[in-house]
């Protein structure tokens, strides 16, 4: 069993939970992420590490309220306890080396940004943070972020918190000014990643995307989290989550991501309606 130890709310829709797990604390690195169940009937939920701490023996996830689970989810506190906590999972984002990096990340992605964001601060690189939500009742993590990067601008689409417009504004923005970047780093919805990676192609910048698509197993057994990178079928839980952006077919992948939204749908006001007698 693996305890609650902390809960907070970072807004209407999304919980930040620290949970006692001490080998996948040790063990966990920016970009991977665990498997969790809440109890022996749940389903398996891939959720990334947003933190790890070695010393605490915890790690933190970040989690949005979409389906029946992570309603579920939402409904424990701290001193309760989780059935299985298994990971780290997925490979480790490959940041060494990397002198000046563009950072953007929308919506829930700036819960995966966020520890790449640290962990580039730690060795030195000049990062610049571009973040991007729909509207100012959505941000996460604002402030955590900005003392990670040497450059911040938070962005929305309706203007209400930061500059209006798109997180693809921001960087094209400094693109066209002729500041330079040794990669870029894309994480967030499948569209604003493709945007992304439509205008760094245009300069010629590597950019990594992160691919959190639908898993069950997490050990590359199923299938499920099959997509196409470069013409070729690869795995995001054993193979990433991260990829060359410009080689994944995202077209694709959006397509397999919307197979279940209806379910969700359901699930959700289902456990909505029984959240009483969970």
Do not use: W
Not at 76 to 105: N, W, Y
Not at 119 to 136: H, I, N, P, S
């Amino acid at each position: 069993m693996y305890k609650i130890i902390s809960k907070q709310a970072l807004n209407g829709a999304v919980t930040r939970m620290e949970i006692d797990a001490p080998r996948v604390a040790r063990a966990g690195k920016p970009g991977q992420f665990l498997i969790l169940r809440i109890d022996e009937r749940g389903e398996r939920v891939p959720l990334t590490l947003a933190a790890c701490d070695p010393e605490r023996g915890s790690v933190t996830i970040i989690f949005q309220k979409v389906g029946l689970t992570t309603f579920r989810l939402d409904t424990l506190e701290p001193g309760d306890s989780l059935r299985d906590v298994a990971g780290p999972l997925g490979l480790p984002t490959e940041i060494h080396g990397i002198k000046r990096a563009a950072l953007l990340a929308g919506g829930l992605g700036v819960a995966i940004a966020y520890p790449i964001a640290r962990a580039l601060k730690a060795q030195g690189t000049d990062t610049r943070g571009v973040l991007g939500f729909r509207g100012k009742d959505l941000v996460i993590l604002e402030d955590e972020f900005a003392r990670c990067c040497s450059s911040f601008e938070c962005m929305t689409d309706d203007g209400s918190n930061g500059r209006k417009g798109f997180v693809t504004d921001g960087l094209r923005a400094a693109l066209e000014s002729g500041e330079r970047f040794d990669r870029a780093f894309a994480i967030g919805p499948l569209p604003m990643m493709k945007a992304v990676c439509g205008l760094t192609k245009q300069f010629g910048l590597p950019t990594t995307v992160s691919m959190n698509s639908i898993m069950i197993d997490g050990t590359g057994m199923c299938g499920c989290c099959r997509l196409t990178v470069g013409g070729k079928v690869r795995f995001a839980c054993v193979d990433g989550p991260d990829f060359d952006g410009h080689l994944v077919d995202f077209d694709e992948a959006m397509r397999r991501g919307s197979l279940y939204i209806d379910e969700e749908k359901r699930a959700a006001h289902e456990c909505r309606l029984l959240a009483g007698v969970i």
